[in-house]
């Protein structure tokens, strides 16, 4: 099993969100091929999830006919069809844009599959202090490697004067990336200053000798 530091982004994406709700924490990847990617979500303490019919239109709107809870994380490359899974009450579709809330404005490649996991059954899932754990949401991918993806997500307010409003946020966690990235500038410099030290020792053995 390989953990994924999400920490740093995590943080990235609370700072750029006006009102978290539902954020993953945590994403684990598993097997030999086909792998398994699974996202740890976290419902935030100000925050209820309400069940209703999944989005079937993009943007999904600001209305009372849109509260249904949701998730969608945005270019999951490599997605082999039918291995979405989620907890009991919440229903995974596939496609190619959105699902996505009115107000955010995720990084979506609209030639790359995105995920989507809405609330369509159960009773409201209430936040809480210091949050909820709702559970573990997978998706089967033939890459292995990570990158750094979108999500955004749809909850309703439980606090305050917008207490029954509802509250969409965007952020960044990891995801299965199609092809290797190439090395950080700063291996590259230090594989370079390496060689440029071999070269010049070559060199000087070769002048004294």
């Not at 995920?115 to 209430?126: E, Q």
């Not at 573990?136 to 606090?159: D, E, M, P």
């Amino acid at each position: 099993m390989k953990h994924l530091p999400l920490i740093i982004w995590t943080a990235l994406a609370l700072c750029f969100t006006a009102s978290a709700n539902i954020i993953p924490t945590q994403t684990t990847t598993t097997g030999t091929g086909p792998y398994t990617w699974s996202f740890d979500l976290q419902l935030s303490n100000d925050q209820n999830i309400v069940s209703g019919l999944a989005p079937s239109t993009n943007p999904v709107q600001n209305t009372t006919d849109y509260l249904t809870g949701f998730l969608t994380i945005y270019d999951f490359a490599g997605y082999i069809p039918g291995t979405c899974a989620a907890p009991t009450g919440w229903t995974c579709t596939a496609q190619n844009v959105g699902f996505t809330p009115a107000d955010v404005v995720p990084v979506d490649n609209p030639n790359i599959v995105n995920l989507t996991w809405s609330y369509t059954s159960g009773p409201t899932i209430v936040g809480q202090a210091p949050g909820v754990d709702l559970g573990i949401f997978s998706a089967n991918s033939i890459y292995s490697h990570a990158t750094q993806v979108s999500y955004a997500a749809r909850g309703i307010k439980n606090l305050g004067m917008q207490i029954g409003t509802i509250s969409d946020n965007v952020g960044s966690t990891s995801g299965p990336a199609s092809s290797v990235p190439e090395p950080a500038p700063a291996a590259s410099l230090a594989a370079g200053l390496g060689l440029a030290g071999l070269v010049w020792k070559v060199r000087r053995s070769r002048s004294e000798a």
